[in-house]
Nanobody
Framework: QVELVESGGGLAQAGGSLTLSCAAF????????MGWFRQAPGKEREFVAH????????GYADSVKGRFTISRDRAQNTVGLQMNSLKPEDTAVYYC?????????????WGQGTQVTVSS
């Protein structure tokens, strides 16, 4: 079992920055893929970024590439998402997820989410 707890959401203006954090509890995450996803009201959940726990590989959605950076701190068991140059369309609930050996899907571990709101 892996418990994931997101934090760091809030209100930002367009062009501003926020940093999200996901704390993981309960299991050694070696071999896991950690991901950030988001869901806006009335829309499907979408992939934002993922990173292997080893840090050897990362991936980003085209919509955030160059603006967002995913990271992990193995010592603190956390995954970060640095969000720069925020746009109103980034407004969503952001979720942290984890899966063993592959990018997370609905059957894997998910946090409760943290709200990000970007005003213009």
């Amino acid at each position: 079992q892996v418990e994931l707890v997101e934090s760091g959401g809030g209100l930002a203006q367009a062009g501003g920055s926020l940093t999200l954090s996901c704390a993981a509890f309960g299991r050694n995450l070696s071999g896991y893929i950690m991901g950030w996803f988001r869901q806006a009201p009335g829309k499907e959940r979408e992939f934002v970024a993922h990173i292997s726990w080893s840090g050897g590989t990362t991936g980003y959605a085209d919509s955030v590439k160059g603006r967002f950076t995913i990271s992990r701190d193995r010592a603190q068991n956390t995954v970060g998402l640095q969000m720069n140059s925020l746009k109103p369309e980034d407004t969503a609930v952001y979720y942290c997820a984890a899966a063993y050996g592959r990018s997370p899907t609905d059957d894997d571990y998910w946090g409760q989410g943290t709200q990000v709101t970007v005003s213009s």
